[in-house]
């Protein structure tokens, strides 16, 4: 079945920076990558997601990019701000369900 | 909005008890999905449902079961709860869409098995 694996597991920037979270998936059959935030005592919400036709897509100053031949998928976060420290997880659709890697602690600092 | 409530937010129970999480959602929602949070462990799949009293095994279904009696309403169960179960539990549920699929999360209900 499907294994994603998610670096680094925490990860501390100052406000401003650029933050990147880097996934690998292993079942080439995969074609949907979504990332999800979960602030700190809240639910996992979608804050972008990617098919396997598209490399890139941004939404503001959330971007992600995907490479099927590597099998591996990145976020990138532009001029954090401290709202965005959060746990993020990226996940991978195969074999008919989402499997999510083990989630990135961003702590931006002010 | 999508609204996706758990029963309860936190549960204190003994080893052995039956457990009942119970999960709704009010958008009419075809799929709906049992995950199990640790710290370190991400979200792992205990069980999913594509339709009325269907159910899959996720990854880690051992020492529960699933129901799903009605399209709005799925629930986990523990037979005989154990200490390994304290975890935090998300429900979540998601329309019937090949390309986007995304899921919508409960607030969560945190188990602990003392």
């Known amino acids: 079945g499907e294994n994603v694996e998610q670096h680094p597991s925490t990860l501390s920037v100052q406000e401003g920076d650029s933050a990147v979270i880097k996934c690998t998936y292993s079942?080439?059959?995969?074609?949907?990558f979504p990332w999800y935030k979960q602030e700190l005592g809240k639910r996992p919400q979608l804050i972008i997601d990617?098919?396997?036709?598209?490399g890139e897509k941004k939404d503001q100053r959330i971007a992600v990019t995907l490479n099927k031949t590597a099998k591996h998928f990145s976020l990138h976060i532009t001029e954090t701000q401290p709202e965005d420290s959060a746990v993020y997880f990226c996940a991978a659709f195969g074999s008919e369900k989402l499997v999510f890697g083990k989630g990135t602690k961003l702590t931006v600092n002010p | 909005d999508v609204k996706v409530t758990q029963s309860s937010r936190y549960l204190v129970k003994r080893t052995g008890e039956k457990v009942f999480l119970e999960c709704v959602q009010d958008?009419?929602?075809?799929?709906m999905f049992w995950y199990r949070q640790d710290p370190g462990l991400g979200l792992r799949l205990i069980y999913f449902s594509y339709d009325v009293k269907m159910k899959e095994k996720g990854d880690i279904p051992e020492g529960y079961s699933v129901s799903r009696e009605k399209k709005e309403r799925f629930s986990l169960i523990l037979e005989s709860a154990s200490t390994n179960q304290t975890s935090m539990y998300l429900c979540?549920?998601?329309?019937?869409?090949?390309?986007?699929?995304?899921?919508?999360f409960g607030e969560g209900s945190r188990l602990t098995v003392l």
């Open positions: 990617i098919r396997s036709n598209v």
């Open positions: 979540a549920s998601s329309p019937p869409r090949v390309l986007r699929r995304e899921l919508f």
């Open positions: 958008m009419d929602h075809e799929n």
């Open positions: 079942d080439s059959a995969s074609n949907y």
